[in-house]
T-cell receptor, first 115, second 111 residues
Framework: DTEVTQTPKHLVMGMTNKKSLKCEQHMGHRAMYWYKQKAKKPPELMFVYSYEKLSINESVPSRFSPECPNSSLLNLHLHALQPEDSALYLC??????????????FGPGTRLTVT | GESVGLHLPTLSVQEGDNSIINCAYSNSASDYFIWYKQESGKGPQFIIDIRSNMDKRQGQRVTVLLNKTVKHLSLQIAATQPGDSAVYFCAESNLYGKLTFGQGTILTVHP
């Protein structure tokens, strides 16, 4: 199984809502990632988890809160978002970081619209 | 600072032609490079990778070339097919998993 799954596929939320994005992989990977991708732009790294610990936070606003409950799951909790946060949110996984760069496998993304 | 970029934002080819997509990088310390394909509405899909101790790597219909002297990366697609139409990103990865993407090239294959 080389699949990374993400739910929901689409999400529309107001600026006062609280919602969560979910990501799951069963490849035994111990590194998981969140990326943000605006239209016609490349993905931009937000967070990296390695062995369920947050290892990289690319100065992401606190209205985005990541969580890694176990080695297969990654969540992104959203609260008080702004319309400019509307984007495609991509999850990825790979072999553990720190032991060498490895290919990252991406999920299909969650298309988020903030109204 | 680090940057990975592309020379051409769009490329149009006829079905059956060979395609070449180019990428320049600026971090000479980079040691791992990846090409991804992204179709509309989907996440990036791994195509091929190459480490800095190599200058060429081949896959099925794809070849990646790395020229460290001029910090240049290219992806060659043989016998391009309509299903190859997508945005292609080069990316550079460091040891800790930080992936830096180039701006992307839109490849359009005409039947």
């Amino acid at each position: 199984d080389t699949e990374v799954t993400q739910t929901p596929k689409h999400l529309v939320m107001g600026m006062t809502n609280k919602k969560s994005l979910k990501c799951e992989q069963h490849m035994g990977h111990r590194a998981m990632y969140w990326y943000k991708q605006k239209a016609k732009k490349p993905p931009e790294l937000m967070f990296v988890y390695s062995y369920e610990k947050l290892s990289i936070n690319e100065s992401v606003p606190s209205r985005f809160s990541p969580e890694c409950p176990n080695s297969s799951l990654l969540n992104l909790h959203l609260h008080a978002l702004q319309p400019e946060d509307s984007a495609l949110y991509l999850c990825a996984s790979s072999q553990p970081t720190g032991t060498g760069p490895f290919e990252q496998y991406f999920g299909p993304g969650t298309r988020l619209t903030v109204t | 600072g680090e940057s990975v970029g592309l020379h051409l934002p769009t490329l149009s080819v006829q079905e059956g032609d060979n395609s070449i997509i180019n990428c320049a990088y600026s971090n000479s310390a980079s040691d791992y490079f990846i090409w991804y394909k992204q179709e509309s509405g989907k996440g990036p899909q791994f195509i091929i990778d190459i480490r800095s101790n190599m200058d060429k790597r081949q896959g099925q219909r794809v070849t990646v070339l790395l020229n460290k002297t001029v910090k240049h990366l290219s992806l060659q697609i043989a016998a391009t097919q309509p299903g190859d139409s997508a945005v292609y990103f080069c990316a550079e990865s460091n040891l800790y998993g930080k992936l830096t993407f180039g701006q992307g090239t839109i490849l359009t294959v005409h039947p």
